[in-house]
Every structure is written in structure tokens, then in C-alpha cells.
DNA sequence: TACAGTCGGGG
DNA sequence: GTGTACGACTGTA
């Protein structure tokens, strides 16, 4: 019998198969099989540059053993218009890798494009088709596929996942602080627990558990940096040939080495990648961002950029929203840059000076408040883009319409519609449709969360948009067009200055796409609906209330009380819902013991109805806070919560002075685990020197060692933080000369 | 007091 | 696939 020729499913995985030389594709057939189809899939790049060199090119290619159809022809450059290429097309892109290779080293004078793209992304421009979509596909009884059609778009707002089959891979302890001892598998309802040792054995149950379950993805706790070296470097050094985690058994594990990599002003350490054929492997500590958006939010992403789900699992959106680009640009027919080289125009020293400036700041209205309304942009800088047609290749262009740009004074061409609006558009409109549907839902709907984190991963992908944007060494950026997104933002939010001061309210707080607005008596979502259509109506942008504040209160400099901070705050929405920005519990390296604390004292004030009940519910919090610093004193506080978590900046012997974090790395270098920049070291301070006990030492601290004294002092400053606004002195507190006691007539 | 080192921001 | 922001703040010398 022979096979069907017809299938529906979902597509798994798209590579370029190791073998002949086209596309491998996986499909999950709704009937259950997972089945590995291919398809021939030539690749055509192009080269550009003198006349001359390009003939020397094509005599050049003539005799090399890998095939290729040359053509001279013209292709449309994003900056430049039509420009004369040589079109290279190869049999399929193993031989396309293989020969760009070639020509960077011998014609590395030369600008090459559409040279260095994924696989995925190709084929998604070409044909549509998209990672995860569901999709018929016809094919030859040898499994060659003949037609794939879509039965799916990217937009849509339901998305019938795949029915995966998940292996989960757990190691006990966290092998970023211990050497595992056992593994932990979780398959198709089954619980094993796995010896780590001997690797031998390891290898072969779950070699076994594999070939059994035949999982879509291996969801791992640490697979990158720890199981799979371990697993592998065992094979490799035993000849244990057998073992294959791939799907694909063609396909050897595709390996990638650690590293530290500047980003965002910090450094950002990622371990070695392991990643699999036909079937995913996902290391949930090495994943980006994973935390943020979870594994819904990375479907979400594959399913928009166009890269896999391996791929852009472990990428930043930032990789995520230049495949977009990348894809608006190939079915555009615009050439993609190998490398930039669009040269920043140069512009005078003094209009740098005046428009090189980001969002606009306007400094708080210090103290306690009551009846405010906090007014959001949404996703202000990609909203901008899209609705100025803010693009590199039309900013400081001229042409038959133009609008010209606030501040900057340059025109921006209007008759066209620029790559980057082009490629936000979709984006911006699916999250807005994605929030408006989780509006009408209630927390405890089972789509809701799902919702949310595929909310959370388009917002990020449009957050980094304009980073790109202005990233001289990005394929589509400009320097201009990344200011005249901030000049944009300016003039909008001072026209919603404008607008609230117009309908009565008192501005006390803006930043950069915020608004924190005062009026007596605003206490309801309609009440502010006349100033959100108003700000609509004069700068053309979506605008959303995020809230009204039940009180907030902004908080003033640690250097001189008298001088406001800009987003340093806290306040409580009238639905309970807390808002910090910039205290000590928003902070990384705040001990866990110690944000606890200030959110504790938030929900005692958040639980008053209006200030005046302030006073009353003050000795509970009095009470509350002795209770904590008793135990303290007595040792109650697990060493865990006293953690000082801080992130390496620099290799230990960068350091001029060793910061408590350095010492305590070094500590853990004496016992031969050394941290990379960019990993984080948890410490707790001690007495006495060096001052601070490394966590994850061998052994035990002793819990006497603990520097309560310094805990003490940074838990009254906490303490302090949050209480100030209200009147209470940091004398007040416990152990103060006077506790108990606070100023009345501050409300 | 100077300066070196770390953090936030977007939800 | 990677913005070497920028300003507040803390700890050390």
C-alpha cells in the first residue's frame, strides 16, 4: 500500500537537509504521525560592486565544482533604488553556505545580498508557509512534497497549537550551583528518576525513553550548558555511536559554544546551545527572555518572524523583529545587506546636540497624592513609526509628499510606505486586538495567561524595534530615523500636556510615554475618557489609561530630599493592584527578605480607602516590622531571603576595587567555579573580612556569622523608603529614639 | 570626598 | 543577530 498523498498538520521543523541538497520539513499529522518530508529549494543570492570585479566573479564561479546559474540583472536596494547585480543561483542552500563562504575570502570587496539568511525565513517569504502553521500538504509516495498550502496566517487571534508530545529533563540539584546526581523525566504521564552516574547508563535509558516516547521537544532545566556536553562528550570519547537525541538521525546535534555578549548597557552571559533536528530541544535557563513570555510567547514569535522555534527561543527579539524586516524586505524584492553599509549622514555638531536626546522627562511633583490618573502611550515609539511612516529609507527624503519632521526639520516621505511602519503595522495591530480580547476575560479563564504571554512576546518584539532603529550596525537602520521617533515622542507628549492642562488637570509627573495627571474627583474609567479621545485627536496615537491611583506618591533624591527622582514611586490602583518603580524591591540585587517587607507594608496602606485611615493602620505596620527584625536578631530569617544577588560586569581581574560581589566570586574561584561576566553571584554579608560568604561555597554558613547590623541598616532604609510620604521618621522606626511616634498633619 | 560598580525601563 | 544609553545610588578607599 502506498502511502497518502495528502496530509494536514502542523510544521515542526524546516532545515536544510544534510543530505541532498533541498529542504527537510517535519510535519505533525493531525491523524498522530510525525513525518519528514523534503523538497528541492534552490537558493539565489547576489553580489554588486564594480563592473570589472564582477566579471572576474563570474569567471571565478565558472570554475568552481559547485554548481551555479549566473545572471546579470537589476534588484531594488532600500537606499540606493535599482542597482546592477549578479544573481547567483545554487542548487540548494548547502551549496549557497558553502560558496558564500568562499567568495567572502576572495572577493571580500564586494557587497553581497539576500547572502546569509536562514532557511526559514527564505522559504517563508517565498511561500508563506511559517513555522507551526497549519498547513495540506500534497507529495510523492517518496515524500517529496509537491504542493504545501496554507491553511493558517500569523494573524490570526486563534492559534490551534500543535498536540505536542513533551519530554521534560530535570537535574537534581540545579546544576548551576551543584554537580547533578539525578535526572528527572517526565513523558506521556510518566515519572522516572535517572542516576546521573555512570554516564553509560544514562545514555542508555534515555536513548531508550527517546526511541519509546519519540517527544516533539525536550523541555530541559540546564540541557544547554550541562546535559547534553555530558551526554555527548561521554559518546564522542566512547564511540558510543548510537545515540542520536535528533528526530532526524541524519542530522548530528548542532552545538554552538558559551559566551558574554555586551547588550542593553550589560553584559549578558549565554552558555552553550545544543540544538536538534526534527525534533526542539529548549533549555528553559538558556532561554531569553523564557521567563517573561514563556514557551506560549516563543510559538507566538516563531509563528510572526519566521525563524524556528530553537532559534528564536534562545534568541532576543531583537534577532525576532530583523527577521521581520528581513522578510517584509525579500517579498518586497528589496535586497537584504549582507553588512551595512549605509553610512550615517553627517549632520552639525549642534543639531546633534539638540536632537540626540531621548524621551522627554518632566520631573515629579514630590510627595503623597490622591485622585490621579496615569495615561500610557501604547507602544509609543513602534506607534509612531507606523503611524509618521518613520522608516530609514524615508526619513530626510524628499518627495511629492512630504511632511516635515518636529524639531529636527527634515522631511519625510509620505507617498510610499517605509519597510519598518510596513512591518510594525501587522505586529501592532495583533497586540492591540490580543489586549482587547484579555480585556473582555476574566484572570482565571484558562486562555487568559496563554493570551497574555503571547501579548507579552509581540510587545517585546515591537520594544526593540526601535533600538534597531538607530543600531548603526543594523541591516535597517538610520541614525535619523531613530531621531525623529524620539522628536515624535517629544512633540506628543507635549501635546498631551497641553491637552490635560486644557481639560483642568494638574500634570505632576511625565515620562518619556507617560502621564500621571491630577483632578480633584477623578475617580472612575469614564470620567477620563474625554481627555484620552482628546490626546487621540491631537497627536493621532493610541493612548490607554493604565489606572487610577487610589494615592501615589513620588519620591524625592537620597542626595537632597528637596530634588524629585524621575520614576521613583509607588502607588496603589483603586483595584488594589500595587505600582512600584525604582525602590528596593524592584531591584535585582535587593535581598528577597527585603522587598518582602516593603511590599508588605504596601498592602497595610493599600488597604485604606482614602488617606485619612492612614494613621490608624500605621501600629500594625509599627508591629509588623519588630516582628521581622526580631527575627533577624534571633536567626529566624532563612539565609536564602538574605541573598545579595549582583551580576558580574567584567572578568574578576578587570576589578580596581573588589566590590562585595567580586569578593564573593572570588571566593567561588578558589573552589574551582569560576563566574563568567554577565552570570549573576548571590552572597550574604557577614562580619568581620572579606565581609561577604559566597553562596553555593561547599558547606554550610554559619548562621552567627550573618552581619545583622548591616541588615538591620539597609531594612530600616527599606523601611523608610516606603514610609517617608506618610509623615513617618526614619527615627520612628523600630529601634529608632522614636519609635512608635509619627507627625500628624501630614495628610 | 572621589570614584568604581550596579541597576533600571518596557509588561 | 551583539544599543558599549545615562543618571541615581551604594560601597570602598
Not at 545554487?90 to 576572495?106: I, K, S, V
Not at 571580500?108 to 502553521?133: E, G, M, N
Not at 550589560?266 to 526542539?280: I, K, M, P, S
Not at 490621579?372 to 524615508?394: C, K, R
Request: glycine share 6%.
Amino acid at each position: 500500500m502506498s502511502p497518502p498523498l495528502e496530509r494536514r498538520g502542523w510544521l515542526l521543523d524546516l532545515y536544510p537537509s544534510p543530505e541532498e541538497d533541498g529542504l527537510t520539513f517535519w510535519l505533525l499529522d493531525e491523524t498522530g504521525p510525525r513525518v519528514r518530508l523534503h523538497q528541492p529549494f534552490p537558493v539565489t543570492f547576489y553580489a554588486s560592486g564594480p563592473f570589472p570585479r564582477l566579471r572576474e566573479l563570474w569567471r571565478f564561479l565558472r570554475t568552481q565544482p559547485i554548481p551555479v546559474q549566473l545572471a546579470r540583472t537589476q534588484r531594488q536596494d532600500l537606499f540606493v533604488g535599482l542597482l546592477d547585480v549578479l544573481a547567483i543561483e545554487t542548487a540548494g542552500p548547502n551549496a549557497q553556505a558553502r560558496l558564500f563562504h568562499t567568495l567572502t575570502r576572495t572577493f571580500p570587496d564586494l557587497d553581497y545580498y539576500d547572502a546569509d539568511l536562514p532557511a526559514s525565513l527564505r522559504y517563508t517569504a517565498i511561500h508563506q508557509v511559517f513555522l507551526l502553521a497549519y498547513c495540506r500538504v500534497h507529495t510523492t509516495p517518496e515524500a517529496q512534497i509537491t504542493t504545501l498550502e496554507l491553511l493558517d496566517s500569523p494573524w490570526t487571534l486563534e492559534t490551534p497549537l500543535p498536540p505536542l508530545r513533551v519530554m521534560t529533563l530535570t537535574p537534581t540539584p540545579d546544576p548551576r550551583h551543584h554537580p547533578p546526581e539525578t535526572l528527572l523525566v517526565q513523558t506521556g504521564g510518566h515519572l522516572i528518576t535517572l542516576p546521573v552516574h555512570p554516564p553509560a547508563q544514562l545514555v542508555l535509558h534515555l536513548h531508550a525513553l527517546l526511541t519509546k516516547h519519540d517527544p516533539d521537544l525536550l523541555l530541559t532545566d540546564g540541557g544547554d550548558p550541562w546535559l547534553f556536553p555530558y551526554l555527548l562528550d561521554h559518546c564522542q570519547e566512547n564511540n558510543l555511536a548510537y545515540f542520536n537525541p535528533n528526530r532526524d538521525i541524519r542530522c548530528t546535534v548542532l552545538r554552538r559554544k558559551e559566551n558574554s555578549y555586551f547588550t542593553y548597557g550589560q553584559v549578558v552571559y549565554r552558555g552553550a546551545q545544543t540544538h536538534l533536528f526534527g525534533r526542539w530541544h529548549i533549555d528553559r535557563h538558556n532561554a531569553m527572555m523564557f521567563g517573561d513570555y514563556g514557551l506560549e510567547g516563543v510559538f507566538e514569535q516563531a509563528r510572526v518572524t519566521g525563524l524556528s522555534v530553537q532559534e528564536i527561543a534562545r534568541k532576543s527579539p531583537g534577532a525576532g523583529i530583523t527577521a521581520m524586516q528581513m522578510l517584509t524586505a525579500l517579498r518586497k524584492g528589496i535586497l537584504v545587506p549582507y553588512q551595512k553599509q549605509q553610512a550615517e549622514r553627517p549632520i552639525s555638531a549642534r543639531t546633534l546636540i539638540r536632537t540626540d536626546r531621548g524621551g522627554l522627562v518632566y520631573p515629579p511633583i514630590l510627595g503623597l497624592h490622591t485622585d490621579v490618573a496615569e495615561l500610557d502611550f501604547v507602544s509609543m515609539y513602534p506607534s509612531i513609526m507606523a503611524h509618521f511612516n518613520l522608516s530609514p529609507e524615508t526619513v530626510g527624503v524628499g518627495g511629492p509628499h512630504t511632511e516635515t519632521i518636529p524639531e529636527l526639520g527634515l522631511p519625510v516621505d509620505l507617498s510610499r510606505p517605509g519597510l519598518v511602519p510596513e512591518t510594525l503595522r501587522p505586529l501592532l495591530e495583533k497586540r492591540i486586538a490580543l489586549k482587547m480580547l484579555l480585556a473582555t476575560l476574566s484572570r482565571r479563564d484558562c486562555e487568559y495567561a496563554s493570551l497574555k504571554a503571547r501579548a507579552a512576546a509581540l510587545k517585546w518584539l515591537l520594544v526593540v524595534c526601535f533600538g534597531y532603529l538607530g543600531y548603526k550596525n543594523a541591516r535597517f537602520g538610520r541614525i535619523e530615523s531613530h531621531e525623529a521617533v524620539t522628536a515624535y515622542g517629544r512633540e506628543s507628549l507635549m501635546r498631551a500636556k497641553e491637552a490635560a492642562e486644557d481639560l483642568d488637570y494638574r500634570v505632576l509627573h511625565m515620562y518619556v510615554d507617560g502621564l500621571w495627571l491630577a483632578k480633584p474627583g477623578i475617580k472612575t474609567i469614564p470620567a477620563c475618557q474625554p481627555i484620552l479621545d482628546e490626546i487621540l485627536h491631537r497627536t493621532g496615537l493610541p493612548i490607554a489609561l493604565e489606572g487610577i491611583y487610589k494615592w501615589v506618591a513620588f519620591l524625592p533624591s537620597r542626595m537632597d530630599a528637596r530634588v524629585p527622582v524621575a520614576n521613583r514611586y509607588f502607588g496603589v490602583f483603586q483595584n488594589g493592584d500595587l505600582k512600584t518603580r525604582g525602590i528596593e524591591a524592584r531591584r535585582h540585587d535587593t535581598p528577597p527578605w527585603l522587598g518582602e517587607v516593603q511590599i508588605e507594608i504596601l498592602h497595610h496602606l493599600a488597604r485604606v480607602d482614602n488617606l485619612s485611615q492612614i494613621p490608624a493602620a500605621l501600629p500594625a505596620v509599627f508591629t509588623m516590622l519588630q516582628t521581622h527584625l526580631r527575627q533577624l536578631t534571633t536567626g529566624c530569617v532563612p539565609l536564602e531571603k538574605l541573598l545579595v544577588s549582583q551580576t558580574l560586569s567584567r572578568e574578576l581581574d578587570a576589578y580596581k576595587t573588589p566590590s562585595p560581589a567580586a569578593r564573593a566570586a572570588r571566593q567561588l574561584e578558589a573552589h574551582g567555579k569560576p563566574i563568567r561576566p554577565g552570570q549573576r553571584v548571590r552572597f550574604l554579608y557577614t562580619r568581620g573580612t572579606p565581609g561577604v560568604y559566597a553562596w553555593d561555597e561547599p558547606g554550610a554558613p554559619d548562621p552567627r556569622t550573618v552581619d545583622t547590623g548591616r541588615y538591620k541598616e539597609l531594612f530600616v532604609r527599606a523601611a523608610h523608603t516606603i514610609l517617608a510620604p506618610f509623615g513617618v521618621e526614619e527615627e520612628s522606626l523600630p529601634y529608632g529614639k522614636k519609635y512608635g511616634q509619627f507627625a500628624h498633619g501630614w495628610a
